[in-house]
């Protein structure tokens, strides 16, 4: 039993009271110092208690799978001369304001309960990557731990995670508001969750968009002998009873591989994000990016990615065009609209019938073209009627929608 849990339990006891506990400052003690050191871990000391800090540095010229690190000068400096507003743009950053940041905790689920050993991050100093891991060694130092976090990280300004906005954050937010009386305040940050970001690029083309998947497919980084992050907890109780550091490098290795792909991540979605060139993206990349671009309200620079997909012939040219009439009409500029609508049907015959209502539309209230408007509108209701069959959901109220269409059209016709 360590000397401050003695003290603790003599206090409960009544043999001390609180007056003398306060005279007496038990003294760290390190265990297995030297086997820190050889994980390049040492420790780091708060008023006699001390959680571990292992600390390595890379040259900026490092590469990590596909990137050299010093390759988030060019994107930054990519994203301040686009000129656009998007989830991963750093444009008024500077390289070292980013932490890039992963924790390793106790359960795999948030809550009270869980308890996070392993804070870890890298960052771009003047000519390194330093990757800074504060581990916790004991349930008692938990203040340290964060307290030595706070030391180093208090000047960043955004952090970089991969699902960290829905874990790793709320997660240290969880623990520090228990501590928070004897603590500083955590920093407000700005978040980049690249997890958003990758689903949104490779969900239907990767059959996971968990971190390793990524790294292997898009990055070009294969982890030898890793060990998964779900045996973490597992290896944290077992260091807890052996109090043997050994036994928890395969976890600080895991978590450092983590955050230095981080860095390597960012840099290949944002070159796809801002690459305007063919042979940066596959068609289906480019497909999504300017769906995103859409999503966010940024129309011009989806319009230029669509355009790049009609322009090479793919597949996803039919899907392209659809997507630009919309853009068009939004933009009240029907003829485009039109177009690029009537394009899509000759292209294709598996066109979604809103496609055909919307051209109709567009015939019957800007044109005032009745007969082309009743042509789409049947077109419209044919696909629905097929669609239906194969489903066996024929709604009435559909059905009704469409013929009260027709009778409107006919009417007009025949005037």
Known sequence: MSLKNKL??????????????????????????????????????????????????????????????????????????????????????????????????????????????????????DDHVVVRQHFLPAPEVELVLYQSFLDYIHDAKDLVTYNGKAFDWPQVKTRHTLLRDSIAALPVFGHVDLLHGARRLWKHELPSCRLSIVEKEKLGIHRESDVPGAMAPMLYFEYMQQKDPQIMEGILEHNEKDVLSLITLYIHMSKLVLSREQQMSSIDERFEIARWHEALGADAHALDHYRVIVRSGDRRKVHAMAAMGHIYKKQKCWEKAVAAWEYAMKESAHVPEEIYVETAKIYEHQYKDYEKALHYTQRAMEVWRKKSTLLRYPAKSEWNAYQKRIDRLQKRLNK
């Open 8 to 125: 603790q339990r003599f206090k409960e006891q009544g043999h001390l009271s609180q007056e003398s506990t306060k005279k007496i400052v038990p003294s760290p003690q390190i265990l297995h110092e030297d086997k820190w050191k050889q994980l390049q871990a040492k420790p780091y000391t708060v008023d006699g208690e001390h959680i571990v800090l292992r600390e390595l540095c890379f040259p900026l010229h490092t590469r990590h799978g596909h990137y050299r690190f010093e390759q988030l000068f060019e994107v930054m400096e990519a994203w301040a001369e686009a000129g656009m507003t998007h989830p991963l743009s750093t444009a008024d950053r500077m390289p070292r304001d980013l932490l890039f940041f992963d924790t390793e905790t106790t359960g795999l689920h948030g809550g009270t309960g869980n308890t996070i050993f392993l804070l870890g991050y890298s960052r771009f100093m």
